[in-house]
């Protein structure tokens, strides 16, 4: 049979596969496009970023991603090479907890955060972009913008 049910809704199971074929090819594209080695654990862990409708800590992404699961060491390091390599970006949140988020090819994230007090979701608030100058008084120079709003979701408000 090539779909099921769920909840009286009909899925295809081609059309998940073929998102899932998809997700994968273009975190396959977005890391060749570095110039570095295709490896499985980045590919895997990129696409399952870029299907994330918000940030997720390390914790949530090793106990979350799909398949043969890796060590936590090894996550660490394929969410900072991502990070290095501006594929995925991170955001501190206001627990001081680190959470991760594909940038799908935008090199950046010059925009804010929304963090939810009340689940601890960090979203990335892609439509807020930040100003990508400053002025600041004499001497000083800036790195980088951070901006981290903090307050209670949609779903936490319903």
Known sequence: M???RRG?????RNADMDMTDTRESQAQALIR????????PRTRVL??????????????????LPGEQFDAVTLYRVLEWLTEHGIAHRIEGADHVWRFSADAGNKGHGHAH??????EAVTCMSGM????????????TS????LLIKGTCPRCSS
């Open 47 to 64: 696409g399952y970023l870029l299907d994330q409708p918000r940030a997720l800590s390390h914790h949530e992404i090793l106990a979350a």
């Open 8 to 12: 009286g809704a009909h899925i295809d």
């Open 2 to 4: 090539a779909d099921r």
């Open 33 to 40: 496009a570095t110039g570095a080695r295709l490896t499985r």
């Open 114 to 119: 929304f963090h939810c007090t009340r689940c």
């Open 143 to 146: 790195e980088e913008v951070s």
């Open 129 to 140: 972009p930040l100003p990508s100058r400053l002025k600041l008084p004499e001497g000083f």
